[in-house]
């Protein structure tokens, strides 16, 4: 069951400024990895990924970075608006098994103020 | 078509109830899963399916049982559930060459009573 009080890690920035959430990952052999945005009452929704022979992607206001010698994943958002307040997951696996299913990490909630 | 449809969208059952949630994908993914999600918590594996087979279960009480009729659908038969057992039920799918294309559905967000 849940711990009575047990809050997400949150994130609090003003519209406008970049936000940074970090991730840290536990299996060294994860060689792709996926950043997901998740509204109250709504699924999970793809926001961008990386593989591990890069260390860096970039899409639309968003980058990921990857430093696979300290196993952390972090998640950049550029001019960060009122409609990007969500809760964010890191999501890890291992593609060249036949597992091919996701780990999701804790989660961060990110909260824009106006 | 880029979604993954689950219904419903909200479930109520008694503990001694059976109801089934139902996934639909028409992306061509052959790889179809399992999460359930509890307040405040990441997603957490149940099942995958892959070319309509199952591949993993980890470890999930018999009282949910997945079924896989073909390659769009999948369901999730629930039967003698417990309070505990409420939270969102996450339905997903991927590619099957490559480990990319994950996409979740909504959800269906269940309560037991």
């Known amino acids: 069951g849940e711990s009575v009080g047990l809050h997400l890690p949150t994130l609090s920035v003003q519209e406008g400024d970049n936000s940074i959430i970090n991730c840290a990952y536990s299996n060294s052999a994860s060689d792709y990895f996926i950043w997901y945005k998740q509204e109250s009452g709504k699924g999970p929704q793809f926001i961008i990924d990386i593989r591990s022979n890069m260390d860096k992607r970039q899409g639309q206001r968003v980058t990921v970075l990857l430093n696979k010698t300290v196993k952390h994943l972090s998640l950049q958002i550029a001019a960060t608006q009122p409609g990007d307040s969500a809760v964010y997951f890191c999501?890890?696996?291992?593609?060249?098994?036949?597992?091919?299913?996701?780990?999701f990490g804790s989660g961060t909630r990110l909260q824009v103020q106006p | 078509d880029t979604e993954v449809t689950q219904t419903p969208k909200h479930l109520v059952m008694g503990m001694t109830n059976k109801k089934s949630l139902k996934c639909e994908q028409h992306?061509?993914?052959?790889?179809m899963y399992w999460y359930k999600q509890k307040a405040k918590k990441p997603p957490e594996l149940m099942f995958v399916y892959s070319y309509e087979k199952l591949s993993i279960n980890e470890s999930v009480p018999s009282r949910f049982s997945p079924e896989c009729p073909n390659s769009s659908l999948l369901n999730l038969h629930l039967h003698a559930l417990q309070p505990e057992d409420s939270a969102l039920y996450l339905c997903?799918?991927?590619?099957?060459?490559?480990?990319?294309?994950?996409?979740f559905g909504s959800g269906t967000r269940l309560t037991v009573v």
């Open positions: 992306m061509g993914h052959r790889a």
């Open positions: 999501a890890e696996t291992v593609s060249d098994t036949g597992r091919r299913a996701l780990t």
């Open positions: 997903a799918s991927s590619q099957d060459a490559t480990a990319g294309g994950y996409t």
